[in-house]
């Protein structure tokens, strides 16, 4: 990265500070990912929406720079305010050193009753802190449970009053979780743990909610859409959303469940947010392709094909691939295209509720080599729920089936298209069904008489080794394999508590590596990530109220078991699983 990297960037907001409440917004990884944060970007917009907010970005900083401001190069201590977008828990341990790198006390217990300079109010929001906050709760004064749009006018309304009015940090923070929504603070709720990392008790503050209900945005006129564009940006592209959360709800995936129901924005709706697209950029990534329908699919289609403009997404289901959508990605000349079979045979598969037969695999990768795509890639896990070796072989001979497929394609058109294997180790996320299950696919048993989080990770080990083997030799065929050993640590992250504040400190700010972290505070990678959890266990993150009945997701769990499939999330016509208001037997 440049040492100015704003000097090509496109959308940077520059405010004079005279008058106006500073309030820094971090971005605790590289500037390139964050500048290809879709939510990062709107926040900073809509913070400098108001009138009497500069807000500047803070991103990590590379090897020997200084943490400073993006737009001013202001120190993070200038700032009253200072709020935090995490994504990803692999960025807990940076988030911990940035605040104490930038001259803030990192704990909240450890700042001052007066909230100016030096001693902010700390705010945390992302995907990551409503999914489980508690990880990250001894850091912050405030967390945002929820979308940022419908809670951040309150929430700085309430900020601007406060400082205009004066009081002690403790009475604004005790004001604000009694009354503002989405507002969780976490120095006014108390867990007891027994020693085995289960919470035996918790407790709260007078007039405090027994769980934060979460907010979020029912509907939008315009879709949410790129605000700042960058060369640096490690997605170089113009972002649209389709519409948040996903209908499929695949057991594996907490976004299919914490942004429920799902929004599905109209046609109208999208396009103005695509028409919000600069001239000069013809490269559009759409977001949330995975619940999109055709008709959505096509018409967006149209529209990039009018437009000449070339099309770009993370991955798509083998089930939605239209005529139109193949004739787009033939004119846009995209050569990578991932679709993602996830569970390594039809029976995890039916197991995950993904719903995808082996043809409708075999189908897809040949309609997307024939549209021109040279680099196809499939993503799948490992370690998932009664995964066995022939789940794994079966995963073998699918992979060869499917270059047999394509392989007549690409010779007819002079070029033989690549296959990529990109094998993941699962990690079991809090309100998903596989939220009970242990890291690497341990069975209960073993899981309870070894409690030793390496048996987790040979096993995922031997699990990608027996892939590799069975595909070697495989022309035009490339692997590419995470390491357990470094997912462990996103496994405890995922399913961890408040006790993880000084692991996170000690691995952010003097480099130890998370067993030694774990074993300096007493803790086990293996009650965070291995333990299997039971049906009536009480867990951390219940203190958020997703709106989820905790019976649905145990239901969910025990007919993955059976590998019996659940329909679609459709707010119009279900109310299983609580979010609609609305109990009803699964």
């Not at 967390?143 to 406060?162: N, T, Y």
């Not at 999109?292 to 000449?308: C, F, H, T």
């Not at 043809?359 to 066995?388: D, F, R, W």
Request: charged content about 25%; aromatic content about 8%; glycine content about 8%.
């Amino acid at each position: 990265m440049s040492s100015s990297p704003l000097a090509t960037e496109k959308g940077t907001i520059r405010k004079k500070w005279t008058g106006l409440l500073p309030v820094a917004l971090i971005y605790p990884n590289s500037y390139p990912l964050a500048v290809s944060n879709l939510g990062y970007q709107l926040v900073y917009s809509q913070l400098n929406d108001f009138a009497h907010i500069v807000c500047e970005r803070f991103v990590y900083p590379a090897a020997h720079q200084t943490l400073r401001s993006l737009e001013s190069n202001r120190p993070l201590s200038d700032f009253g305010v200072v709020l935090a977008s995490i994504s990803f828990e692999d960025d807990y341990p940076r988030l911990a050193a940035m605040l104490a790198a930038g001259g803030i006390e990192p704990f909240a217990a450890d700042r001052g009753s007066v909230v100016g300079p030096g001693s902010p109010l700390v705010i945390f929001g992302g995907v990551a802190v409503f999914m489980n906050p508690e990880p990250l709760a001894p850091f912050a004064d405030i967390m945002v449970i929820g979308e940022a749009e419908p809670v951040l006018p309150s929430l700085v309304g309430r900020i601007e009053d406060f400082l205009a009015r004066g009081g002690t940090r403790r009475d604004f923070l005790l004001g604000a979780g009694r009354s503002l929504p989405g507002c969780y603070i976490p120095s006014l709720y108390s867990f007891q743990f027994d020693t085995e990392g289960r919470v035996l008790s918790t407790s709260h503050e007078q007039g405090l909610p027994d769980r934060v209900a979460k907010v979020t945005l029912k509907h939008t006129d315009t879709a949410s859409h790129s605000q700042i564009l960058s060369p640096e940006a490690e997605l170089g592209m113009f972002m649209t959303e389709l519409g948040r959360g996903c209908s499929m709800g695949c057991r594996f995936c907490a976004a299919g469940f914490i942004y429920r129901p799902p929004r599905r924005w109209d046609v109208t709706t999208i396009l103005k947010g695509l028409q919000a697209c600069p001239g000069e950029m013809d490269r559009i990534g759409l977001l949330g392709m995975e619940m999109a329908g055709q008709d959505v699919l096509d018409r967006v289609a149209e529209y990039l094909a009018e437009n000449s403009c070339s099309l770009s997404f993370s991955s798509l289901r083998a089930d939605r691939i239209s005529e139109k959508l193949l004739s787009l990605l033939s004119r846009s000349g995209l050569r990578s295209v991932a679709i993602a079979p996830d569970g390594c045979s039809e029976r995890l598969r039916r197991v995950i509720n993904k719903g995808l037969t082996e043809e409708e695999l075999l189908a897809a990768a040949e309609k997307l080599v024939h549209a021109g795509i040279v680099n196809l890639k499939l993503y799948v896990m490992v370690g998932l729920p009664t995964e066995t070796e022939d789940d794994l072989a079966e995963m073998v001979r699918l992979v060869k089936r499917l270059r047999k497929r394509i392989l007549p394609i690409g010779r007819k058109r002079g070029r033989v298209s690549e296959i990529t294997l990109s094998v993941n180790s699962f990690v079991p996320k809090p309100w998903t069904p596989f939220q009970y299950v242990s890291f690497g696919g341990i069975d209960r048993e073993t899981a309870d008489r070894d409690r030793d989080e390496n048996n987790a990770v040979m096993a995922l080990k031997g699990k990608i080794r027996y892939l590799r083997q069975g595909l070697s030799g495989v022309a035009n065929l490339r692997i590419k394999a995470d390491r357990p050993e470094r997912v462990l640590q996103q496994a405890v992250y995922a399913r961890g508590d408040r006790r993880l504040g000084p692991v996170l400190m000690d691995i952010g700010l003097r480099g130890l590596s998370l067993g030694q972290a774990l074993k300096k505070h007493g803790l086990t990678a293996w009650e965070y990530a291995v333990r299997h959890r039971d049906r009536e266990e009480r867990f951390c993150w219940d203190v958020i109220d997703h709106g989820i009945r905790k019976d649905y997701l145990w239901q969910e769990f025990c007919r993955s078991m059976k590998e019996k499939p659940t329909i679609p999330c459709d707010p119009t016509r279900c109310r299983s699983c609580g979010v609609c208001n609305e109990q009803v037997s699964v």
